[in-house]
């Protein structure tokens, strides 16, 4: 059923999708999956009558080696120092986060430079990643794998069926598409961008295989999206329309691209053909969100309560359930998030995007210890910046001995999680400007921000460029920007506090007053600290 049914609009984007969805979220280079010293892996796959036995059989060492390479899993004594190697970057902003909450800052900075080290060593794109120690063994997975394997149940298990399957059978393109999508939506469930390599060394393997297979390159734009190159996202989607006009991931994936370009009006329109097109959970999710940045909150809540009721797998009802908590608390309604998040996770007890909402909301509603231990659940297993920087807010708000330097443990782990992100290809400039503007080094911030701004408009990054420019002191500079990032209709909090400290900055007393209090009457625990700022400003201006 059609959002339209009931209402004429348009909308879209992201956050986390279900295990069957591509994954969106996070750009840079990496070397090619497939190519080992120059040697092509599919040379002389065609064969013909006058090949000899020996072309043959070089043939198939070499297409069994690329796909050792491309999979991780090899048995060389080289696949096992690379698989240990990428074991060891993976498990490294883990095992900071873990430290982050009982070692000092000069133990942490020694972990954060390692992670620099062990980031840029070598093979960071051989070896897939075998959380289980690689001792797991999965049955081979059927020729053909469809992408829907994915959505039964273990993602890992899934990934070591088809690498099983592709050692097997290594010119099966659709199966190297589907492992690159795997691959994409692992590093987002585990917060890992070490993922994100190997999903592009498959997905080229796919294309290599058969150019222009539309999976593929709908996976391309899903890479492109997470990896925030979001004009190579719309250019992956665009071809991969070219060849399927109904490929649902990649109508998500262009809407994704252009809200995320700030071409809301394109990103409306393109909303509405995926809906006429492909009517469902990822196509209603991404409908919503782009009436959300309009204000339209009545639609966006309309429309994801349809998704919720058409929902048919444990991964889109954790999903969708999940979109409406958010929806929920920005409005400042936590008794109705709590109920969504419940539903979330009584789907899936795992999902860390329920989990950390949930914490979030208990820190809004005043339960500080609760949101205490659930986020620092949240980040064991999920060390982004958003629940780090989260975390250490709730540390700084609580103010018991101890935890300052708690708190400074977790804005150092950002920093941490930025240069992962960085070596495997993903544009982290949006993450550092906001957590650095408040908690780190404010002219590295108002670098990263005006960085973000000069590749895309939207929303969000008029936001954080005004924030950066007020920490800086450069408020009159800063005020166009924090107006911009209010000017449609979005409702959010943050935006709305950040716009009234720089119009109190400027003069502008009694706007500042206005989007202050507009702050709070919407979502009076939007923030741990800034919450309590502009209560602390209201006051000062009465």
């Known amino acids: 059923m059609s959002p339209r049914t009931n209402d004429g609009a348009p909308e879209s984007e992201r956050g986390s999708e279900p295990a069957d969805r591509a994954a969106e ?37 070499t297409d069994r080696a690329a796909t050792e390479a491309a999979t991780g899993t090899g048995d060389t004594k080289t696949d096992e120092v690379a698989g240990e190697a ?22 942490l900075a020694f972990c954060a430079s390692a992670l620099a080290v062990a980031l840029t060593a070598g093979a960071i794109v051989v070896g897939a990643v075998r ?57 987002r469930t585990k917060g890992d961008p070490s993922r994100y390599p190997q999903a592009e060394q498959a997905l080229d393997r796919s294309l290599k295989l058969r150019p222009d297979n539309d999976p593929a390159l709908a996976g391309r734009a899903a890479l492109a999206a997470a990896r925030h190159d979001f004009t190579g996202a719309l250019k992956y989607a665009d071809q991969a329309l070219k060849q399927n006009p109904y490929s649902e991931r990649a109508l998500a994936s262009r809407i994704d691209a252009l809200v995320e370009l700030g071409r809301y009006e394109d990103a409306s329109k393109a909303a509405d053909t995926a809906d006429s097109r492909r009517p469902g959970v990822p196509v209603f999710t991404r409908y919503a969100y782009v009436h959300e940045l309009r204000g339209d909150v009545k639609t966006a809540r309309r429309v994801l309560e349809q998704a919720l009721d058409t929902a048919s797998t444990r991964g889109d009802v954790t999903y969708v359930a999940t979109a409406l908590g958010q929806l929920a608390w920005n409005q400042g309604e936590y008794d ?34 609760a949101a205490i231990t659930g986020m620092e659940q949240v980040v064991e297993r999920y060390p982004l910046p958003q629940p780090l920087v989260e975390l250490g807010e709730l540390y700084e708000a609580r103010g018991e001995e101890g935890d300052a330097q708690k708190a ?14 960085r070596a495997n290809g993903v544009n982290a400039d949006l993450d550092t400007a906001l957590a ?4 780190g080094d404010k002219e590295a911030a108002l670098k990263a921000a005006r960085a973000e701004w000069a590749r895309r408009h939207t929303v969000h990054t008029a936001d954080a460029l005004a924030w950066a420019l007020h920490v800086n002191g450069r408020d009159e500079e800063a005020l166009p920007y924090a107006r911009e990032a209010t000017a449609t209709g979005y409702r959010n909090a943050s935006f709305l506090y950040h716009r009234g400290m720089i119009e109190r900055a400027t003069g502008h007393g009694k706007e500042a007053d206005a989007s202050l209090k507009s702050a709070l009457d919407l979502n009076p625990g939007f923030s741990p600290l800034g919450a309590t700022a502009a209560r602390k400003a209201l006051e000062a201006d009465k």
């Open 25 to 61: 979220a996070m750009p840079e280079e990496s070397p090619a999956l497939a190519t080992e010293g120059g040697t092509d892996p599919e040379a002389g796959a065609a064969g013909s009558a006058a090949d000899s036995a020996a072309t043959e059989t070089a043939t198939v060492e």
């Open 86 to 107: 990428t074991d060891e970057r993976v498990a490294a902003v883990r095992r900071l986060s873990a430290s982050g909450r009982r070692r000092h800052m000069a133990q």
């Open 131 to 187: 959380d289980d120690g690689g001792a797991a063994t999965v049955a081979s997975a059927p020729v053909g794998v469809s992408p829907q394997l994915l959505a039964g149940g273990d993602l890992d298990a899934s990934i070591t069926a088809l690498q099983d399957h592709l050692r097997s059978q290594p010119k099966d393109f659709g199966s190297w598409g589907t492992l690159g999508l795997a691959y994409i939506e692992q590093a």
């Open 336 to 369: 109705s998030a709590l109920t969504y998040y419940a539903r979330a996770l009584a789907a899936d007890d795992t999902y860390l995007p329920a989990l950390e909402g949930r914490a979030r909301t208990q820190a809004a509603q005043g339960d500080r210890a």
């Open 408 to 421: 400074r443990d977790q804005y150092t782990l950002v920093d941490a999680w930025v240069s992962l992100a």
């Open 436 to 439: 650095a503007a408040d908690h």
